[in-house]
């Protein structure tokens, strides 16, 4: 018997898809022991994220969440409003803008409609 090491969708937290799981991890500033434990609950409550840990070594966040329900720009939301920040510096910002992009196309394709060319054109007549 050949074991499978496939995840599937029930191994994670409802509304969290395989297909648009993403894995992010971003440097922050302004991260204490004030602070920190209430910004994860509060990421972890928004719908679509399936998981937070937080580095304080390296005051880096990782986050896994399903794109196609919750953005990175969100999810900085929550982590401004705990007063917290993005690391300022050039390679996080870049990083930060590839996964914007990256979470906007999954996003983009999630909500696509696909066409197909054999059906008629729509408002058209079969006779």
Known sequence: MIKRDIMCDFEHRPGVKEATLVVRNLRLTGVDNQ???????????????????????????YLTYDASHINLEGIEAVIRKH????????????KESYYQFVDKN???NANHQPHSCHKPPPGSKIS
């Open 35 to 61: 602070n920190l434990e209430t910004l994860k609950t509060d990421i972890v409550k928004s719908f679509g994220i399936d998981d937070v840990t937080y580095n304080e070594k390296s005051e880096v966040i």
């Open 83 to 94: 007063g917290a920040n993005i690391h300022n510096d050039w390679w996080t910002h870049v």
């Open 106 to 108: 999954i996003k983009d």
